[in-house]
């Protein structure tokens, strides 16, 4: 089945400094993937959906110079936050589709990253 | 607008069936999942629902019903390691998932 390989699966960092995400789909390839931030006990929010060779779309209140997202090939995603601080303390997840990026299928779930900013 | 609801949170008795509601309101539907997640865990698929009717898996089974912007999951035979939170996400017409909060089912021995 399709794999979807996210690292790192912890990190904790001091407040002031960038944290780098990886999101890889091992088995298909991957032309949109989806970001989404997991705060305890509440449900998934997209952050933004990650485009290959093109920029990412963010939603609404998400700031873009902030969580960095770069798609540079067909399997491979990052998510950046720059200048992290305490409140961006959360669980980070990835996904793609691993059918038609345009049509019904399901998505993908990556590990998850749990960011811990000190 | 669009608008996902299931309850928050559910009960059962090991070895019973608990059946889990969602309801949306999606623009330009294109289908219903349903995922599970364990705490500290990411999502993993269960079932997709675009027709009518009821789709068995195993011990999982889901149904939809389109008039009534309705499906449900129904699991049977429930094991300790059914704990867990079950999400409903509706897709709307531009395949993006519309995520419900999410049920935390516990299961009690």
């Known amino acids: 089945g399709a794999v979807v390989s996210q690292h790192p699966s912890w990190v904790i960092c001091k407040s002031g400094t960038s944290v780098k995400i990886e999101c890889r789909s091992l088995d298909f390839q991957a032309t949109t993937m989806f970001w989404y931030r997991q705060f305890p006990k509440q449900s998934l929010m997209l952050m933004a959906t990650s485009n290959e060779g093109s920029k990412a779309t963010y939603e609404q209140g998400v700031e873009k110079d902030k969580f960095l997202i770069n798609h540079a090939s067909l399997t491979l995603s990052t998510l950046t936050v720059t200048s992290a601080h305490p409140e961006d303390s959360s669980f980070y997840i990835c996904?793609?589709?691993?059918?038609?990026?345009?049509?019904?299928?399901?998505?993908?779930f990556g590990n998850g990253t749990r960011l811990t900013v000190t | 607008g669009q608008n996902i609801d299931q309850p928050t949170e559910m009960t059962a008795t090991e070895g019973a069936i608990v059946q889990i509601n969602c309801t949306y309101q999606t623009s330009g539907f294109n289908g219903l999942f349903w995922y599970q997640q364990h705490a500290g865990e990411a999502p993993t698929f269960l079932s997709y629902n675009v027709l009518d009717g009821l789709e068995e898996k195993g011990r999982f089974s889901s149904f939809l019903s389109r008039s009534k912007g309705y499906s449900y999951l129904l699991l049977k035979e429930l094991q300790m390691k059914d704990s867990a939170s079950y999400l409903c996400a509706s897709m709307d017409s531009n395949y993006q998932l519309i995520w419900g909060a999410g049920t935390k089912l516990i299961i009690k021995p």
């Open positions: 996904s793609a589709p691993a059918g038609s990026a345009t049509g019904p299928s399901p998505l993908h």
